[in-house]
């Protein structure tokens, strides 16, 4: 059974940093691409970042680039993401995906976690 866990999640304030982390297990980590999406109240899931299988190339929503970094361990199986000067508008839950494809698009991505709730206020 495949499982996608995040981590890291929390409340702070505007300017500060947290650092995400998703596990995965029951899948052969090294053979997907790994995206990170969110989806505030009200609102579609929207892509964030994605990493290849190498992790050697990454990918960024423009609302993040330059503040979010995404990396992956395929010996550890896990991914964080690293987010630097948070805003208010970065408030969603955000959630691990696993897909075969280097996709933007939700449908992309065949395996999810639960997601962790990432909350900046002002």
């Known amino acids: 059974q495949v499982q996608l866990v995040e981590s890291g999640g929390g409340l702070v304030q505007a300017g500060a940093s947290l650092r995400l982390a998703c596990v995965a297990s029951?899948?052969?980590?090294?053979?997907?691409?790994i995206a990170w999406f969110r989806q505030a109240p009200g609102k579609e899931r929207e892509f964030v970042a994605r990493?290849?299988?190498?992790?050697?190339?990454?990918y960024y929503a423009d609302s993040v680039k330059g503040r979010f970094t995404i990396t992956r361990d395929n010996a550890k199986n896990t991914v964080g993401l690293q987010m630097n000067s948070l805003k208010p508008e970065d408030t969603a839950v955000y959630y691990c995906?696993?897909?075969?494809?280097?996709?933007?698009?939700?449908?992309?991505?065949?395996?999810w976690g639960q997601g962790t709730q990432v909350t900046v206020s002002s």
């Open positions: 990493v290849i299988r190498s992790g050697l190339t990454t």
């Open positions: 029951g899948l052969t980590f090294s053979d997907y691409v």
């Open positions: 995906a696993a897909g075969v494809r280097r996709g933007t698009y939700a449908t992309d991505y065949t395996y």
